[in-house]
């Protein structure tokens, strides 16, 4: 297992830095997630070295592009990135991590009690579900990485935000134009490359509340 140098050194590309106490949260969840990847299918990232720079600091890398507090909402949250990593670096965000496959949620589950974190949910509601069964406008943050029909999607998530809401999608250089195309109501900002990568991109939407 990797010690904290060497998450220092593999986070440094992605500006992020880390206390002791969140390190070895980071590594609490890193062995889960090693540990369950062979049984069910979280990532087809193997090794701790690309998990630790693909997955965390891909994800953590957002708190250098806009400012983290309040409440979050994750939608398909996976292996809970980037939502669940956030809240190493920002343990006072309220999170909800919207995930449909209950091995993925008992997953999400496991590592927030592992990691002793508060204030997180995991539900199992699909955003059309979850929009009707809680309403809107309820989040600060809304993120998303690595969803189907971004386009669609983003449209959708805006729903769930506050005025001047940010909604952070993680997404290929390919699919930049059409996501931008298609989002009513939505302010997006110029895309942030993702460091280390060649082709990955953050887009930052703000809500339009004129």
């Known amino acids: 297992m990797l010690s ?3 998450v220092r050194e593999l986070l440094a590309p992605f500006d992020v830095s880390l206390t002791t106490s969140q390190t070895a949260q980071l590594l609490s969840y890193l062995r889960l997630l090693l540990r369950w990847n062979q049984k069910i299918n979280l990532t087809a990232i ?10 965390f600091g891909e994800s953590l890398y957002l708190t250098n592009l806009v400012e983290i507090q309040g409440r979050l909402l994750d939608i398909g949250s996976g292996a809970g990135f980037p939502g669940l990593a956030m809240k190493i670096l920002r343990p006072g965000l309220a999170v909800t991590l919207m995930e449909p496959v209950s091995k993925k949620r ?3 589950k496991e590592v927030t009690r592992a990691c002793g974190m508060t204030d997180v949910e995991v539900t199992g509601h699909r955003a059309e579900e979850f929009s009707a069964r809680f309403g809107n406008a309820a989040y600060d943050i809304v993120t998303m ?7 669609k999607m983003a449209t959708f998530a805006a729903r769930f935000l506050k005025p001047s809401g940010k909604l952070c999608l993680w997404l290929g250089k390919g699919q930049v134009a059409s996501v931008q195309s298609v989002s009513q109501g939505i302010l997006w900002g110029i895309p942030h490359p993702i460091p280390l990568s060649r082709q990955r991109l953050i887009l930052i939407g703000t809500i339009d509340s004129s």
């Open 46 to 55: 193997r090794t701790p070295e690309d998990c630790v720079a693909r997955h």
């Open 106 to 108: 008992a997953f999400l």
């Open 4 to 6: 904290n140098d060497n």
């Open 145 to 151: 990485r690595a969803v189907g029909e971004p386009e």
